[in-house]
C-alpha cells in the first residue's frame, strides 16, 4: 500500500483524537490579590498529606507512595536546601496533577512556591492546578505572580488570557493577548485567542481577520473555523462561513510551552499510557505511540482499547501484517469492538 493511501486510512482510524483540554465550567468568586508565598509562610502551610489512593491502579499506587515517601525523606534531613524541599515537593504535584488529585496539587505547589519564591514554575504550576480543578479566580491569580516574574512568558499570557475570557473579561483578555502577540507575533494560539476576544466583542472584521491568520500559522487547527465562521456571517461573507462550517473541528491551536512540558508525568497505568500514546499519534510520532501502547500493556494486558491503538500505530507506521494481528487479538477478545472490525476491513 502507498504512504498515503495508509495515510488516508490512518485519518479514518484516528480522526476521534482532540487535543489540548482546559478546566471546567465552574465559576469562582473572585479572591482579593494574593502575595506570593514566601520562606516565613512555608511554617504556616498545613501539611502535604497523600488522599485516598484506593480508586488508583495498584501500579500507581506504588509510584504515588514511593514519591511521598521521597519527601518525607528529604524533609527530615536537615542538610536539605530550600530549592531541593521545592523540587521535591513539585515532583510529588506533578504526580497528584496527573493523577487528578488537584487539591493535593495545588498544596503542593503552594509549599514549592513558599520554598522557592522567585522560580516562576511554581505559581505557574499552581494556576494549571487551579484551573484543571474549576477554580479560575484562584488560576488568573496564580498566572499573574508567575508573569511578574517572567513577563514575557508566551503560553503564561494566553492561560491568563483565556482565564480572562472564560470569566467575560474580554478587555482584559484582549489586552493579555495583544502581550502575548508583542513577544510572539505569529502564535496562532495567540492570534486564535485575540479574534475570540474580538468576536466576543462583536469587534467582527477584526475578530476575522485574527482568526485568518491564526488558521494560516497553523492550518490543522480546526477549532479555528467555526468563531471564523461566525465572524465571516456577521460582516456578510456567508459563503465563506458555510464552507468553514462544513470544515469545524475540536483541534486547537497548538501552543508549545516547555514549562508545562516538565511537568509531565507518565502514571503506571493504562489510561496514563494510553493518553501518551494518543499524543504521540496526533503529532505523528508512530513508533512513540507503539512505545507507549505497548508499555500500557505491559500493566493491563487484557485491555483491548489499548491494544486497538497498538495496531493503529503499528499500520501507521508501515507494518500492516502486526496491525493486523493485533485487531485480529481484540476481535477475538471482543467481538463487538466495532473499530477493529472496521481497521480490519480497512487492510
Known amino acids: ?74 524533609l527530615d534531613d536537615p542538610s536539605a536546601s530550600a530549592a531541593d524541599r521545592a523540587s521535591e515537593y513539585g515532583a510529588l504535584g506533578h504526580l497528584m496533577l496527573a493523577a487528578k488529585f488537584f487539591d493535593e496539587a495545588a498544596a503542593c505547589y503552594l509549599h514549592a512556591e513558599s520554598l522557592a519564591p522567585a522560580d516562576m514554575r511554581w505559581p505557574y504550576y499552581l494556576g494549571h492546578a487551579y484551573l484543571r480543578n474549576g477554580d479560575r479566580a484562584r488560576a488568573e491569580v496564580s498566572f499573574t505572580r508567575a508573569l511578574a516574574l517572567q513577563p514575557a512568558y508566551v503560553p503564561a499570557l494566553i492561560w491568563l488570557a483565556d482565564t480572562y475570557l472564560d470569566e467575560g473579561r474580554t478587555e482584559a483578555a484582549q489586552d493579555t493577548f495583544t502581550r502575548a502577540l508583542s513577544a510572539q507575533p505569529g502564535s496562532a494560539a495567540a492570534l486564535f485567542g485575540a479574534g475570540r476576544a474580538a468576536l466576543a466583542r462583536q469587534d467582527y472584521r477584526n475578530a476575522a481577520q485574527y482568526m485568518e491568520r491564526a488558521l494560516a500559522a497553523d492550518p490543522q487547527a480546526s477549532a479555528i473555523r467555526y468563531p471564523l465562521a461566525m465572524a465571516y456571517r456577521a460582516i456578510g461573507q456567508r459563503d465563506k462561513a458555510e464552507t468553514l462550517l462544513k470544515e469545524r473541528g475540536a483541534s486547537p491551536p497548538a501552543l508549545p510551552d516547555p514549562v508545562l512540558q516538565e511537568s509531565e508525568v507518565v502514571l503506571e497505568s493504562a489510561v496514563s499510557y494510553e493518553d501518551r500514546g494518543l499524543q504521540a499519534l496526533r503529532s505523528q510520532q508512530w513508533q512513540a505511540a507503539a512505545d507507549a501502547f505497548r508499555k500500557g500493556l505491559e500493566v493491563a494486558p487484557g485491555d483491548t482499547s489499548l491494544r486497538y491503538w497498538l495496531g493503529t500505530a503499528l499500520y501507521v507506521s508501515g507494518d500492516p501484517t502486526g496491525a493486523e494481528r493485533e485487531f485480529q487479538t481484540v476481535v477475538r477478545d471482543a467481538p463487538t469492538f466495532a473499530r477493529a472490525h472496521f481497521s480490519l476491513g480497512a487492510i
Open 1 to 74: 500500500m502507498s504512504q498515503r493511501a495508509a495515510v488516508a486510512v490512518a485519518g479514518c482510524l484516528i480522526a476521534a483524537l482532540t487535543v489540548r483540554c482546559r478546566g471546567g465550567n465552574e465559576a469562582a468568586e473572585r479572591p482579593g490579590p494574593t502575595p506570593a508565598p514566601n520562606l516565613a509562610t512555608a511554617q504556616k502551610l498545613s501539611p502535604v498529606t497523600l488522599p485516598d489512593l484506593t480508586p488508583l491502579a495498584e501500579p500507581v499506587q506504588r509510584q504515588v507512595r514511593a514519591r511521598y515517601a521521597s519527601l518525607s525523606h528529604l
